[in-house]
């Protein structure tokens, strides 16, 4: 008989949240053996192992922390996650060893990839800005996917010695050129009808290379999810990406 992992839900009421329920309740291994929402008392997390936490950034560090001190493994979808709250909790993990915590900025397949080639591109190219486009309900700009494509694609050209992108604007009063994560460009667009789009552009002299992602729908995030509650508890401590745990 297998041994089935029973999950609870933070934030199950959100466009998210819902759809990770009825993924988590149609998944023949796993049990949804709790939904918790804003004002709930966790409390012991009905008896989980794992949480799935997809709230709002102002929300998540205390719920995952809460988590942690129970010894239940954490799938953290809620973007927004500072450098300075990824240390707090990888300090808070530390006294909690065998627990494990994933923060993934993106649970799609393809917004993986695209973070994997885009990292690949990025010592080729002189030139590269980065434009996401979600749907207007989102809370946080730029998107939590586009700030790690950004790092990711800095960290690379770091290495590979190129300096900064060139750009002669000198005159930009209202913040026409975007905000700039880690030097590289980022743009973000809010838009009626969509849900997760982005597009991550190179340029070098007499060519462009443009890699983009859709997701037209929030199912696209469910397989990530469920491979995230599959293997947390096989990673203690903190992960960054579900990359991580699918060998990219
Ligand atoms: N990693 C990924 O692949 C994806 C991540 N996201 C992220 O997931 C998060 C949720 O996104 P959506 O579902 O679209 O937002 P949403 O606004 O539809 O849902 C958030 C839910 O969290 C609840 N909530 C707020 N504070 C809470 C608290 N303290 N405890 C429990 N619940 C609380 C709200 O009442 C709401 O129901 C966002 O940070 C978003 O960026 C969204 C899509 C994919
Ligand atoms: O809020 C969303 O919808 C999404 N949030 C994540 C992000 O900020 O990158 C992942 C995906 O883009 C959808």
Redesign the pocket.
């Known amino acids: 008989m297998t041994d089935r992992i029973p999950v609870a839900v933070?934030?199950?009421?959100?466009?998210?949240?819902?759809q990770a329920c009825r993924a988590v309740e149609d998944a023949h291994d796993l049990d949804l053996v709790g939904r918790?929402?804003?004002?709930?008392d966790?409390g012991d997390l009905a008896g989980a192992r794992v949480a799935v936490e997809?709230?709002?950034?102002?929300?998540?560090p205390?719920?995952v922390a809460h988590c942690v001190e129970r010894g239940v493994h954490a799938v953290?979808?809620?973007?927004?996650w500072s450098q300075e709250r990824l240390d707090a909790l990888s300090e808070r993990l530390s006294g909690q060893p065998g627990v494990g915590v994933l923060i993934?900025?993106?649970?799609?397949i393809g917004?993986l990839l695209m973070m994997s080639f885009a990292q690949q591109a990025a010592r080729f190219y002189e030139s590269v800005e980065v434009v996401e486009t979600h749907?207007p309900?989102?809370?946080?700009a730029p998107?939590?996917?586009a700030a790690r494509t950004a790092s990711l694609i800095a960290a690379a050209r770091r290495e590979a010695g190129l300096g900064e992108v060139p750009d002669a604007t000198s005159s930009d009063p209202d913040g026409a050129r975007g905000a700039r994560v880690d030097g590289v460009p980022v743009h973000a667009l809010r838009m009626r009808g969509r849900v997760?789009h982005q597009e991550v552009a190179f340029g070098a002299v007499g060519e462009a290379l443009t890699l983009r992602h859709d997701?037209f729908d929030?199912v696209s995030?469910m397989p990530?999810?469920l491979s995230g509650v599959r293997q947390v508890g096989d990673h203690p401590g903190l992960t960054v990406g579900l990359e991580h745990y699918l060998g990219l």
């Open positions: 933070i934030g199950a009421s959100g466009r998210m949240g819902m918790f929402g804003a004002g709930d966790l997809l709230t709002v950034p102002d929300a998540s205390a719920n953290v979808g809620t973007t927004g993934a900025p993106n649970f799609a917004a749907h309900g989102k809370v946080d998107s939590g996917t997760a997701s929030r995030f990530g999810v």
